[in-house]
C-alpha cells in the first residue's frame, strides 16, 4: 500500500508573499488616498469636517493603519479559515461598505463626504484584491 502525499502550503510560504505584497498595497494605497485627497481640495473641495481640516497626509495615515487591519484580518484567515480568499474578499467588501456609513453621516459639505467615501473606495480597491490574490482559496 502506497500512501498519496497532497502538498499542503506550509504558512512561511503564504504569509511571506502576503505580507509582502501587502505592504506594497498599503502604500500604493496610501499615496493613492492622499493623492486623491490632495486633487479634491485642488480642485476646491473643503477637507473639513464638523469644522476641522482633515490633512491630506492624514488620509495615507488613516489608510495605511486600516489597510495593515486587513493585512492581519487575511493572515489570520489564511491560517484558521478553509477558503480565506472568499472570506477575506466577502468580509471587506462589507467593511468598505460599512466605512462609508461616518462619511454619510458626517457634519460635511455634500463634496467632501464624497471625496471622503471615494478615497475609500480607492483604498479598498487597490488592497483588497492584491491581497486576495495572496490567499489560497
Given at each position: 500500500?502506497?500512501?498519496?502525499?497532497?502538498?499542503?502550503?506550509?504558512?512561511?510560504?503564504?504569509?511571506?508573499?502576503?505580507a509582502?505584497?501587502?505592504?506594497?498595497?498599503?502604500?500604493?494605497?496610501?499615496?493613492?488616498?492622499?493623492?486623491?485627497?490632495?486633487?479634491?481640495?485642488?480642485?476646491?473641495?473643503?477637507?473639513d469636517?464638523?469644522?476641522?481640516?482633515?490633512?491630506?497626509?492624514?488620509?495615507?495615515?488613516?489608510?495605511?493603519?486600516?489597510?495593515?487591519?486587513?493585512?492581519?484580518?487575511?493572515?489570520?484567515?489564511?491560517r484558521?479559515?478553509?477558503?480565506?480568499?472568499?472570506?477575506?474578499?466577502?468580509?471587506?467588501?462589507?467593511?468598505?461598505?460599512?466605512?462609508?456609513?461616518?462619511?454619510?453621516?458626517?457634519?460635511?459639505?455634500?463634496?467632501?463626504?464624497?471625496?471622503?467615501?471615494?478615497?475609500?473606495?480607492?483604498?479598498?480597491?487597490?488592497?483588497?484584491?492584491?491581497?486576495?490574490?495572496?490567499?489560497?482559496?
Amino acid at each position: 500500500m502506497t500512501a498519496t502525499r497532497t502538498a499542503v502550503p506550509s504558512r512561511t510560504t503564504v504569509l511571506r508573499p502576503l505580507a509582502g505584497t501587502g505592504v506594497v498595497a498599503l502604500a500604493l494605497a496610501s499615496g493613492a488616498t492622499a493623492a486623491v485627497a490632495a486633487a479634491g481640495h485642488a480642485a476646491g473641495i473643503s477637507l473639513d469636517v464638523s469644522g476641522a481640516p482633515i490633512p491630506v497626509t492624514g488620509f495615507a495615515v488613516l489608510t495605511a493603519v486600516f489597510s495593515l487591519v486587513g493585512l492581519v484580518l487575511a493572515a489570520v484567515l489564511a491560517r484558521v479559515a478553509r477558503h480565506p480568499r472568499a472570506i477575506f474578499v466577502r468580509s471587506t467588501v462589507v467593511l468598505t461598505a460599512l466605512s462609508l456609513v461616518p462619511d454619510v453621516i458626517a457634519d460635511a459639505t455634500p463634496g467632501t463626504k464624497m471625496l471622503l467615501m471615494l478615497t475609500h473606495l480607492v483604498a479598498a480597491a487597490i488592497v483588497i484584491p492584491a491581497v486576495a490574490r495572496r490567499l489560497p482559496a
